[in-house]
């Protein structure tokens, strides 16, 4: 696991930008794992900048996020599918045929995990993963378990995760209770992954994913076990790791 120390949160949405930027540069047909939540908004804002500086071109990219909540149409503001068009698909020039987030308006919800399964096995897996970590060292929406969790699936949103994400939504009793997310399983097959944290909430889920135990009860941790991960994270997310 690689750590890169970034000032504050400009500073590590550039970095993650970066990143990011280079991967498209180096395989400008690669296939981008993607991840909503506040923290990658910056980085979406930056390479939609170097996009339009004419920097990184996104005609033959391809992505694939990892969740929408259940229950949530493509067209819902609240949906995932929404959120990434606004925050970053519509700002560059990818083809939107190519982009790909799980079907949360499929109330079958076997059939639309393995469906999501499919593609993402077809499209040979993320190139480049990028993650958020929640709270409670949750990835997606894999919440802390007793064991890792595999391929796509439903889960059932932990109240610290509700809590947490009610801030987007007019009450809390409007946050969906149930998302289709991508596995552990499936996130350790990216061939690399960017976890970007930033703020002093997200000091002790970095700290474990970093340095503690690898154990399902914070799903991050395993990332200690991939080969290529990169944690871009702020100082005050990095606040534990001195
Ligand atoms: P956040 O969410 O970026 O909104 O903090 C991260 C996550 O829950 O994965």
Redo the contacts with the bound molecule.
């Keep these: 696991m690689r750590i890169i120390h970034a000032k504050d949160y400009a500073d590590m949405s550039r970095k993650a930008a970066n990143i990011i930027s280079a991967q498209v540069i180096l395989k400008p047909d690669c296939v981008l794992g993607l991840?909503t939540?506040?923290?990658?908004i910056g980085a979406y804002e930056q390479l939609i900048k170097w996009y339009e500086k004419g920097d990184v071109d996104f005609a033959e990219v391809s992505t694939y996020n990892l969740d929408e909540y259940r229950g949530l149409g493509h067209d819902d503001p609240q949906s995932y599918h929404y959120f990434m068009n606004k925050n970053f698909f519509h700002g560059i020039n990818i083809d939107l045929a190519n982009t790909h987030v799980p079907d949360g308006a499929n109330p079958d919800a076997d059939a639309a995990c393995a469906e999501y399964d499919r593609m993402v096995e077809a499209a040979g897996y993320p190139d480049l993963q990028l993650?958020?970590?929640?709270n409670n060292g949750?990835?997606?929406f894999n919440e802390p378990d007793s064991v890792f969790s595999k391929g796509t699936h439903c889960v059932d949103l932990t109240e610290s995760?509700i809590q947490?994400n009610s801030r987007l939504f007019e009450s809390i009793d409007d946050v969906p209770r149930q998302a289709y997310t991508m596995g552990v399983q499936t996130i350790m097959r990216a061939r690399s992954i960017l976890v970007v944290a930033n703020g002093p909430k997200?000091a002790q889920a970095v700290y474990d994913m970093c340095f503690g135990p690898v154990t399902p009860a914070c799903p991050a941790s395993i990332l200690q076990l991939h080969t290529n991960c990169t944690v871009v994270a702020d100082e005050e997310a990095l606040a534990l790791c001195h």
């Design positions: 991840a939540g506040s923290t990658p993650l958020g970590i929640g949750h990835i997606g995760t947490a997200k």
